[in-house]
C-alpha cells in the first residue's frame, strides 16, 4: 500500500488528540446538564464552559450560541427559524443552505467565484416584504472569501436580516461576528478538529427565533433535546485550540500555494478556480482538462492521496459542481474540477505525493489523448 495524503480537510478535519481525551472524560462521567444534583450541574458547569468557548471563537456572547447536531441543522434552523421572510440566497451556497432553502431566489455569482452584490441591492429593492439573505463567508469548493460584511450593510439598509454559513472558515480566518454584521451565523466542530455530529447556530441579540424542534427547554427553549455533552465539550476545546493556533494556517497558505505553483507548471492549462480573489488559506480548486473528476478522485486515491470533487462532502458522490456553475464554467470543464484542501498536519512530503501522482495521471492522459 503506498503512504497516504490527506488533502481532503474541507470535508472533514481530524479530531485533536486533546479533544479526543477530552471527550472520553466527559463519556465517562454521568449527569444530565438539565438535572438539578451535583452531577447535573457538574454536566452544565462543562456546557457552559465550551458554550463560552465556541463563542469566543467568534466574539460573540454565549448567550447566543444554539448547539445544534451540525452544521446543516444550523443552517436550516437559521432558514426556518426566522419565519414569515423571503429568503435570498446566494448561488455558490452549501446544499445544506439551497436544499433546505428550495424556493428561495437565488443571488447570482461573478465569473470570479464571488456573490454579485449589485445583484443582491436589486433584488433587495425589488420588494419591501421582510427578507433573510443567506451568504457563506468561505466557499468549501473554490476557498473564495464572501463579501458579508457588505451583503449584511445591503440587507439592514432594506430592513433584512442576514444569515451567515462560516462552517468553512472558522478555525482557518479570523471570525468576528459583529465585524460581519451577521444576524444569524451558523458552525461546525468537525470542520476545526472537534467531533463529527455537533455545530451551533449563533443567534444576535434581539433576533427571535423560532424552534423547529420542540420538547424541551433546552438551549433556552431554541432547541430541544438533551444536549450532547461529550461532543459539546470536543467541539469547545477545538474552538479553543483553533483561537490559539490561527497562526499555524499562514504554513498552510504557503503549502497551498507552493502545490499550486508545482502543478501550473506541469499543466499551465489548468483552470484554477478563484485564483484571483482572496481565499481560504488551505483550499486549491483545480481542474484537468478532459479528465473527469471522478477518475482523478479514484486515480490519486490509488496513489494514496485523498482529494474530493467540489460537491462530494454533501453526497457521497462524484458530481458536477453547482458552484463552478453559477461561477460559469461550462459544464465539460466543471466536470473535470477537483478540491484539494490542506490542514494544519499537512506535510511538504504530502504535497509531493500529490504532485507526483496528479502529474503522473495528466501525462497519462495527454498520451492517451495524442
Known amino acids: 500500500m503506498p503512504r497516504t495524503a490527506y488533502l481532503d480537510w474541507n470535508a472533514t478535519a481530524p479530531v485533536r488528540a486533546e479533544v479526543a481525551a477530552a471527550m472520553t472524560e466527559a463519556l465517562a462521567r454521568c449527569g444530565n446538564p438539565s438535572s438539578v444534583h451535583r452531577f447535573g450541574r457538574a454536566a452544565r458547569q462543562a456546557l457552559e464552559a465550551a458554550r463560552a468557548h465556541v463563542a469566543a471563537l467568534i466574539g460573540a456572547a454565549p448567550a447566543e450560541i444554539v448547539f445544534?447536531?451540525?452544521?446543516?441543522?444550523?443552517?436550516?434552523?437559521?432558514?426556518?427559524?426566522?419565519?414569515?421572510?423571503?429568503?435570498?440566497?446566494?448561488?455558490?451556497?452549501?446544499?445544506s443552505v439551497r436544499q433546505a432553502a428550495s424556493a428561495a431566489t437565488l443571488i447570482p455569482a461573478t465569473e470570479a467565484g464571488i456573490v454579485d452584490l449589485a445583484a443582491l441591492e436589486r433584488l433587495?429593492?425589488?420588494?419591501?416584504?421582510?427578507?433573510l439573505v443567506s451568504l457563506?463567508?468561505?466557499n468549501n469548493e473554490t476557498g473564495a472569501l464572501q463579501p458579508v460584511a457588505e451583503?449584511?450593510?445591503?440587507?439592514?439598509?432594506?430592513?433584512?436580516l442576514l444569515h451567515c454559513d462560516a462552517v468553512q472558515a472558522a478555525g482557518k480566518i479570523p471570525v468576528e461576528m459583529r465585524a460581519l454584521g451577521a444576524d444569524l451565523l451558523s458552525l461546525s466542530a468537525?470542520?476545526?478538529?472537534?467531533?463529527?455530529?455537533?455545530?451551533?447556530?449563533?443567534?444576535?441579540?434581539?433576533?427571535?427565533?423560532?424552534?423547529?424542534?420542540?420538547?424541551?427547554?433546552?438551549?433556552?427553549?431554541?432547541?430541544?433535546?438533551?444536549?450532547?455533552?461529550?461532543?459539546?465539550?470536543?467541539?469547545?476545546?477545538?474552538?479553543?485550540?483553533?483561537?490559539?493556533?490561527?497562526?499555524?494556517?499562514?504554513?498552510?497558505?504557503?503549502?497551498?500555494?507552493?502545490?499550486?505553483?508545482?502543478?501550473?507548471?506541469?499543466?499551465?492549462?489548468?483552470?484554477?478556480?478563484?485564483?484571483?480573489?482572496?481565499?481560504?488559506?488551505?483550499?486549491?480548486a483545480i481542474g484537468m482538462p478532459g479528465v473527469p473528476a471522478s477518475t482523478q478522485v479514484m486515480?490519486?486515491?490509488?496513489?494514496?492521496?485523498?482529494?474530493?470533487?467540489?460537491?462530494?462532502?454533501?453526497?457521497?458522490?462524484?458530481?458536477?459542481?453547482a458552484v463552478l456553475?453559477?461561477?460559469?464554467?461550462?459544464?465539460?470543464?466543471?466536470?473535470?474540477?477537483?478540491?484539494?484542501?490542506?490542514?494544519?498536519?499537512?506535510e511538504e512530503a504530502e504535497i509531493d505525493q500529490l504532485v507526483e501522482a496528479w502529474g503522473a495521471l495528466h501525462a497519462r492522459s495527454r498520451a492517451n489523448a495524442a
Open 151 to 160: 451583503a449584511a450593510k445591503l440587507a439592514h439598509a432594506h430592513g433584512a
Open 325 to 346: 456553475e453559477a461561477m460559469g464554467v461550462p459544464a465539460e470543464a466543471a466536470e473535470s474540477a477537483v478540491r484539494i484542501s490542506l490542514g494544519w498536519s499537512t
Open 136 to 138: 457563506m463567508l468561505a
Open 68 to 95: 445544534t447536531s451540525g452544521g446543516t441543522e444550523a443552517n436550516q434552523l437559521a432558514l426556518h427559524g426566522v419565519a414569515g421572510r423571503r429568503l435570498l440566497v446566494s448561488a455558490l451556497e452549501h446544499d
Open 190 to 284: 468537525h470542520k476545526l478538529g472537534g467531533p463529527q455530529g455537533v455545530g451551533a447556530l449563533a443567534i444576535a441579540d434581539g433576533v427571535a427565533l423560532t424552534a423547529l424542534r420542540t420538547g424541551g427547554g433546552q438551549e433556552r427553549g431554541r432547541r430541544a433535546g438533551t444536549e450532547n455533552l461529550p461532543g459539546i465539550v470536543g467541539f469547545g476545546l477545538a474552538c479553543r485550540i483553533a483561537v490559539d493556533r490561527l497562526g499555524d494556517y499562514a504554513g498552510v497558505a504557503r503549502l497551498r500555494d507552493w502545490a499550486e505553483r508545482r502543478l501550473a507548471e506541469i499543466a499551465p492549462e489548468a483552470p484554477i478556480y478563484a485564483r484571483h480573489v482572496a481565499r481560504l488559506p488551505n483550499t486549491l
Open 124 to 131: 433587495l429593492a425589488a420588494e419591501r416584504r421582510p427578507t
Open 299 to 321: 486515480a490519486l486515491d490509488l496513489a494514496g492521496v485523498m482529494v474530493s470533487a467540489g460537491a462530494a462532502c454533501s453526497s457521497g458522490k462524484v458530481r458536477r459542481s
